[in-house]
């Protein structure tokens, strides 16, 4: 999953997707300049 990956790597979430959802989810980061970068997935 990209979220752990992202953790391992040592980066802060500001969202997080609950890892034993089944459904939709979406993961949010907050770059340097302060612009929120959206991962999302749609099953």
Do not use: V
């Not at 953790?7 to 890892?19: F, I, K, N, S």
Request: glycine share 12%; no cysteine; charged share 30%.
């Amino acid at each position: 999953m990209i979220q752990r990956r992202l953790e391992d790597a040592g980066l802060e979430l500001t969202l997080r997707a609950d890892p034993d959802g089944t459904g939709p989810g979406s993961i949010t980061r907050t770059d340097p300049d302060g612009n929120p970068i959206l991962i999302d997935q749609f099953f």
